[in-house]
């Protein structure tokens, strides 16, 4: 059983730096892909930002792109994603997901099959 738990949340001001990570824990891991999903407040669940976990290949959200990163330490089982000029829009708890299968699409939550619990990221202004 795959575990992910995220860390590094918490409030900041407009225009700030974050960095969140997830830690994967259990079972040997492997992955095809890890990604950071965000939910805020009466709103869905919307796709952040992904990565191959073997290779090169990163994907992100028009709302986030060129603002954000992630990244990954594999040796380590570390997913990272540094936040950039921060915005009150990017209010959310931040979710760290994994899937085991091959899938071009990163956006879709169903193709992810582990979670993190979340951590909150606050951008107050």
């Known amino acids: 059983q795959v575990q992910l738990v995220e860390s590094g949340g918490g409030t900041v001001q407009v225009g700030e730096s974050l960095r969140i990570s997830c830690a994967a824990t259990g079972r040997p891991f492997s992955a095809d892909a890890m990604a950071w999903f965000r939910q805020a407040p009466g709103k869905e669940r919307e796709f952040v930002a992904g990565?191959?976990?073997?290779?090169?290949?990163?994907a992100y959200s028009d709302s986030v792109q060129g603002r954000f990163t992630i990244s990954k330490e594999r040796t380590q089982n570390m997913l990272h994603l540094q936040m950039n000029a921060l915005k009150p829009e990017d209010t959310a708890v931040y979710y760290c997901?994994?899937?085991?299968?091959?899938?071009?699409?990163?956006?879709?939550?169903?193709?992810?099959?582990?979670w993190g619990q979340g951590t909150q990221v606050t951008v107050s202004s």
């Open positions: 997901a994994a899937r085991s299968r091959y899938s071009d699409n990163y956006h879709a939550g169903d193709n992810y099959d582990s």
């Open positions: 990565i191959r976990w073997f290779g090169t290949e990163t």
